[in-house]
């Protein structure tokens, strides 16, 4: 059992547009969970055959339309969740993990113009399970979050405000579908926004 009288771990996704800050609330967040640094995740990635996934759909080199992209997420995620999420959880360690369904929803769905419904039944029925425990995602002006990240780095940050205008929106449409979601204002200083998300895990509860 961990030292918490659990004998399962806690599945936790911090997800948002780019530049929301989820990588650094992320890092605090697993500090304060004492989550090990191998299970700190980022997707796609985390597993050898996600990272050459991250490689291929963020490179600019590429035209890789919605569907597409979709399918490779889905596959990098199914790919981590049996090799890394699920024993961890089984081990009784929790994981923290940066980008989950919602981030497919907002950019492939809402943003990249596919139905929603079926973006949704290919990621519960192909990339479900185990769910997280909680699905925080960081709400933060697109302006904003622009200006924190600066310049675009890969293929997807290079598709415009306009764009991620439609993800953020995505991001808010999947927080009122789905309980296990909160949205948090991401907007405050790192300390005050760890704060909050805090708050939120306790409810999840040991």
């Not at 708050?199 to 509860?205: L, Q, S, T």
């Amino acid at each position: 059992m961990t030292a918490e009288g659990r004998t399962r771990g806690r599945f936790f996704v911090v997800d948002g547009v780019d530049g929301c800050g989820k990588t650094t609330q992320a890092t605090l967040l697993a500090r304060a969970l004492g989550v090990r640094a191998d299970l700190h995740l980022r997707e796609p990635g985390s597993t050898p055959l996600g990272e050459k996934l991250r490689e291929l759909l963020l490179s600019r080199a590429f035209d890789i339309q919605p569907a597409t992209e979709t399918l490779l997420f889905a596959a990098a995620r199914r790919q981590m969740l049996d090799t890394v999420v699920e024993p961890a959880l089984a081990a009784g360690e929790d994981v923290v993990c940066e980008r989950f369904h919602p981030s497919t929803f907002a950019y492939q769905a809402v943003a990249g113009g596919l139905d929603a419904e079926e973006v949704l039944m290919l990621l519960h029925t192909w990339a479900g399970s185990p769910e997280p425990d909680l699905v925080i995602l960081l709400d933060v002006d697109v302006d904003e979050a622009a200006r924190r990240r600066g310049a675009a780095t890969d293929r997807i940050e290079a598709k415009g405000l306009a764009f991620q205008r439609a993800v953020a929106e995505g991001m808010r449409q999947y927080a009122r579908r789905f309980a296990g979601c909160v949205l948090i204002d991401g907007s405050g200083d790192a300390d005050a926004v760890h704060a909050a998300v805090l708050a939120e895990v306790a409810r999840v509860g040991a």
